[in-house]
């Protein structure tokens, strides 16, 4: 087994580069120490079946013919620009290693060979092939044993298949578990950067625990009827920052300490500069969010996110309750079409977020001076249609009903000259860095948080998509 040791210093250089004012949690020093060899190059000569390593070479397209395993101490490397066509239903199970190397000019493929996304304003749930439970395919399934899953520059479209009996098991999950992917080890590292996801029928990504780092992804068309895009679990730690979600069933971004392991740390998680875009079109108000959500003995932050016509505001839930001694969170934006939105910018029933000066609209402007965000009831006619965002050519008021347009198709969600999401943004808050930082074997880069608000930013950082 060839070791690939990863300088300190590259850990050490990334680190100095950020800077903040709180200590959400004490930086990580823990580094991957080796990964080992991947090996022969992967035959694309027949349908790949059973145990799966070694080296998928650039430009190839391979096909998947039923569930593949990258057995403990095996590793599978994508290379730029491969394309992978999954039949039958398969999926992927990872108790090894297993990275995917797409670049901006050459990603990485997965997905359903003759299914086509579709943009359709307005679809019907059950004529969209996004969700379409019977012909999607299981994505990619990291048992506990998994020390790593690194997804750069990576499409992974048309998963949410159900496990069934003989996969689930092999990666500790029930038969009627259907997520896109899975990650399931507290000392193991999930890191996707620049990435897609399309479709599936419930949580899109599930970390039932882990070190994390989820930069500057695009979600369209995720959940099912239900299900969150990127929920955490007990044991879970790391940074989630400029991620683009539009058309979501629940939460993009959710957080919870529930189902924390004996000997995994408290779930504390880190979330700026993200953009919400049409959430939440399975939620009913006070029972479920549709942005960002804290609960159940999660710690973190969340800074500079913007939610647009999403059904609930930004959600810090109080039963049972986020460790809100050790959560902070301000400079979010919230823009409505219509009272019935703006009303839902602070909710009802378990939720306890606190308005912040800092949020916009600024809460004074249509909030009561007795504000009691344990019961909220308030007017929100002073900010419907306020503070356009200004995106590049998405029309607001939009044309579409609420949770109409689940996809991005030719709209352009950048932001102009003019923005009120411009200058707006915390620069205090310091990501929680628990990964590696490698071009490989790691992160990429650690994106710190914008003068501007959302993902896309006016200086051209931030998601790249």
């Known amino acids: 087994m060839r070791k690939i040791l990863i300088p300190a210093i590259t850990i050490l250089s990334a680190l100095i580069l950020i800077t903040g004012c709180k200590k959400w949690a004490e930086d990580k020093t823990d ?8 090996g022969q190059p992967v035959s694309d000569a027949t349908p790949l079946c059973g145990s799966i390593k070694g080296v998928m070479l650039a430009g190839k397209t391979y096909t998947i013919g039923c569930d593949v395993y990258v057995n403990k ?15 039958n239903g398969a999926g992927i199970a990872v108790r090894g290693i297993l990275v995917s190397l797409g670049t901006k000019s050459q990603p990485v493929t997965m997905t359903v060979p003759g299914l086509v996304k579709d943009n359709t304003p307005g679809l ?27 997804l750069k520059w990576t499409h992974i479209d048309f998963a949410g298949n159900s496990y069934g009996k003989s996969f689930g098991p092999a990666v500790q999950q029930k038969p009627g578990t259907s997520f896109n992917l899975v990650f399931q080890n507290p000392n193991g590292y999930f890191i996707m950067e620049d ?38 679990k007990g044991g879970t730690t790391g940074t989630m920052a400029y991620n683009f979600f539009i ?50 003995g999660a710690r973190g932050a969340f800074y ?6 999403c059904r609930v505001g930004f959600r810090v839930v109080n039963n049972p309750a986020a460790d809100t001694a050790n959560l902070t969170y301000g400079n979010n934006y919230q823009y409505a079409d219509s009272l019935v939105i703006a009303n839902n910018f602070f909710t009802s029933g378990t939720v306890c977020t606190k308005p912040q000066p800092t949020d916009l609209p600024k809460p ?11 019961n909220p009831q308030y007017d929100g006619t002073p900010v419907v249609q306020k503070l356009n965002p200004l995106f590049v050519n998405y029309p607001l008021p939009s044309p579409y009903s609420p949770w109409g347009l689940t996809s991005i198709g030719n709209y352009n969600f950048h932001i ?20 590696p930082v490698d071009a490989v074997y790691g992160a990429s880069e650690i994106t710190p948080p914008s003068v501007d608000l959302g993902c896309f930013q006016s200086n051209g950082s931030g998601n790249q998509h």
């Open 247 to 296: 058309g979501t069933a629940y939460n993009g971004q959710k957080a919870s300490n529930k189902g924390q392991g004996i000997g995994a740390p408290q779930t504390n998680v880190v979330m700026y500069n993200s953009t919400f875009v049409n959430g939440g079109r399975g939620v009913v108000p006070g029972q479920r969010g549709s942005t960002v959500n804290f609960e159940e």
């Open 195 to 232: 990435s897609w996801l399309w479709g599936g029928t419930d949580d899109a990504i599930r970390i039932s625990s882990g070190k994390i780092h989820i930069f500057r992804n695009t979600f369209e068309k995720n959940g099912g009827s239900g299900g969150d895009i990127v929920n955490v």
């Open 73 to 87: 101490g095996d590793t599978l490397l994508i290379q730029q620009g491969v394309t992978i066509n999954v039949t």
């Open 364 to 374: 004074s402007t249509y909030l009561p001076a007795n504000f009691n965000y344990t």
């Open 31 to 38: 580094i991957y120490k080796y990964t080992p060899a991947a």
């Open 416 to 435: 102009q000259p003019g923005s009120p999401l411009v200058g707006k943004g915390y620069t205090g808050i310091r990501p929680f860095v628990v990964v």
């Open 304 to 309: 500079n996110n913007v939610a647009v016509n």
């Open 124 to 150: 019907a749930y059950a004529a969209d092939s996004a969700h379409s439970s019977n012909r999607l395919w299981k994505g990619i399934a990291c048992d506990t044993s998994c020390p790593m899953l690194v």
